[in-house]
């Protein structure tokens, strides 16, 4: 017997899938690389002297986690995960929304570090966008 033409149409969604959640994942290893470099840069600073006050370690810090599981929800989502996606979903746009609160309180932070939060922002605010997208939430398999 002979193989049919047609391609593996599981496969040929899993691929659109992957293809789909490139840019994301793309941005939230930039955002990732972005908030691991800020803590980083705040280490160097603490051990030549310069004080660095406990708001920022603390925001930073909670920043770079919140880094972390989105390129988890971001990779899960990625592979099929429909769980992962909803997650996606919803912690995305309530990190964006937090750093425009964040950024927006006046002298909370200094200059610097709202930009640099400003930044992982606007990278997380495509994420949440291409994650809500009905066309993406549709290259996700829904439960069997």
């Not at 793309?26 to 051990?47: D, E, K, N, P, R």
């Not at 880094?67 to 997650?87: D, H, M, P, Q």
């Not at 002298?107 to 066309?135: D, M, T």
Request: some cysteine; glycine content about 6%; proline content about 6%.
């Amino acid at each position: 017997m002979t193989e049919t033409p047609f391609p593996n149409t599981a496969a040929v969604h899993a691929t659109a899938r992957r293809a789909a959640f490139r840019p994301v994942l793309a941005l939230l290893w930039s955002f990732v690389a972005l908030s691991a470099a800020m803590v980083a840069f705040l280490a160097v600073l603490t051990a030549v002297g310069v004080g660095v006050d406990i708001a920022i370690w603390i925001r930073c810090s909670i920043v770079l986690a919140s880094s972390v599981l989105l390129l988890v929800f971001g990779i899960g989502a990625a592979r099929g995960s429909r769980n992962a996606l909803l997650r996606l979903r919803i912690v995305a746009p309530i990190i964006v929304a937090a750093v425009i609160v964040i950024v927006a309180i006046p002298g909370f932070l200094p200059g610097w570090v709202r930009i640099e939060q400003a930044v992982c922002g606007l990278l997380v605010l495509p994420v949440a966008i291409i994650a809500n997208l009905p066309r993406t939430r549709a290259l996700v398999p829904a439960k069997a």
